[in-house]
């Protein structure tokens, strides 16, 4: 079965400062991989996301991941953190396309993010 | 687009009480997710949609709780009869395949349920 693991459950930084966050992941295929945010009571916004080719993506607001296949993780990474990244993050998992997980998410228990001024 | 609709936005009901939850997906999302969250257990699976269709109901938590899709554009979440640990917010979400966007899924804003 296919699992994500955020091993932080809280970090803070300053703002201007750089983040990154982990998430693992265990699947026994090349799985598709996402990253989400939540901002205090507004549902879940997709930041970037990772299915195949280039290991490194791009997303939204700034944030980048890079896909490590090899240590099975997909950490989220911001060169300079502004206040308004304040959230809690989800990595998540699904399956590939004709595969019985096809259309299926699972979520990290998510990362709260602080920003000190 | 509007996006994914939820309604009501905010539900108090008093346990035994039957609650139905409402979506609307992104018109042309062949896709439809139920998840409930909770601090305890984080976000969960319920169920899911494919064209209208149940494919994986195993996240419902007891036979309190049913979901129908009657047709594209719209499902329901009813618990019957509530309990106050039903209390979370039920977030609904859709996708598709056929534009190419596999797998991204898009959230609505939530149902904040209390159930006293």
């Known amino acids: 079965a296919q699992s994500v693991t955020q091993p932080d459950i809280h970090i803070t930084v300053s703002e201007g400062a750089s983040l990154e966050l982990r998430c693992n992941y265990s699947y026994g295929a090349t799985p598709y991989l996402f990253w989400y945010v939540q901002s205090p009571g507004q549902g879940l916004q997709l930041l970037l996301k990772y299915f195949s080719g280039d290991t490194l993506v791009q997303g939204i607001k700034g944030f980048e991941a890079e896909f490590k296949r090899s240590q099975s993780s997909f950490n989220l990474r911001k060169p300079s953190v502004h206040w308004s990244d304040a959230a809690e993050y989800f990595c998540?998992?699904?399956?590939?396309?004709?595969?019985?997980?096809?259309?299926?998410?699972?979520f990290g228990q998510g990362t709260i993010l602080t920003v000190h001024p | 687009d509007a996006g994914v609709i939820q309604s009501p936005r905010h539900e108090v009901t008093e346990m035994g009480q039957e609650v139905t939850l409402r979506c609307k997906p992104i018109s042309g999302h062949d896709y439809l997710f139920w998840y409930r969250q909770t601090m305890m257990r984080g976000l969960e699976l319920l169920i899911y949609f494919n064209n209208n269709v149940p494919i994986d109901d195993s996240g419902m938590p007891e036979d309190r709780f049913s979901a129908k899709m009657p047709n594209a554009s719209f499902s329901t979440l009813k618990i019957q009869p509530s309990e106050p640990r039903d209390s979370a917010v039920y977030f609904c979400?859709?996708?598709?395949?056929?534009?190419?966007?596999?797998?991204?899924?898009?959230f609505g804003p939530g149902t904040r349920l209390l159930v006293l």
């Open positions: 998540a998992v699904g399956g590939p396309a004709g595969g019985t997980s096809y259309g299926k998410l699972t």
């Open positions: 979400a859709s996708s598709s395949r056929d534009r190419g966007l596999q797998e991204t899924q898009y």
